[in-house]
């Protein structure tokens, strides 16, 4: 299948539906199904069991256990470079750099704005001009679990609903603002040198998004929702390192850093393979 034809199918393809079928197929606990599906992913894409937590596929209770599942302790040494952003997933940077303005690059001629990124939010939005941002893409095959860069003080969740796109590269080089029409997850933290923002996209066959946290996880209906937490009493603070979220199946994370809480590494260019916990930049 050409990559034009492969974005034309998903534009008729009922996203939301198709999804929550493979969602409820991903929460069976009906062994035979699960160990089953579990078995056909694993040799599908050759993931790694052996830095599991618990390296037998049939010990997990359902799929979505065995696809959020837990590494030994020592799998994803953090980097000890002073000062170190660490990032923040396995997987493969789409793209990274300077916010040029208000506008983040997502491919090659293609770019979309912060605020539509962060739901119009005008006063986030504005703190990120002419900041750092990191595109992170999690394949099937990928840890699937997101973790903090650096410090942060978790002040506000914001659910938005919306497409479900695929978010590989294919796909982020042929459908415009791909991003900012995801159904998203947006975690705003402030950090000792600046606010940062994680937002964690959903996509195509994506059972859902979680937080390590009690509160909103998506999909959370057809409505945006918010949460600030300084307000409801319910802020936490997460050290560098620390698990925030996990997917349900694979999509993106987003980094955003304000002008002067973070420099992103000149390495992390697209198409660089990464792993949780390595160095990522500077804060």
Known sequence: MTEKAFIALQHVTPQHLLSRCVGLLASSRVSWVKNSFIGWFANRYQVNMAEAAQPDPNAYASFNDFFTRALKADARPLSQKPHSLVCPADGEISQAGRIEGRAILQAKGRHYSIQALLGEDRDWAERYIDGQFATVYLSPKDYHRVH???????????????????????????????????????????????????????????????????????????QPQKQDHSADGTER?????????????????IVLLGPNTGQISADMRAGQPVQMGQYFGTY
């Open 148 to 222: 903090m860069p650096c410090d942060g003080r978790l002040v506000k969740t914001h659910y938005i609903p919306g497409k479900l796109f695929s978010v590989n590269q294919a796909t982020a080089a042929g459908v415009d603002r791909l991003f900012a029409r995801n159904e998203r997850l947006i975690c705003h933290f402030e950090t000792p040198s600046g606010p940062m923002s994680l937002v964690l996209v959903g996509a195509m066959i994506v059972a859902g998004i979680e937080t390590a946290w009690p509160g909103i996880s998506a999909p959370a209906g057809n």
């Open 237 to 253: 603070q997460l050290l560098r390192g620390e698990e925030m979220g996990r997917f349900l199946l694979g999509s993106t994370v």
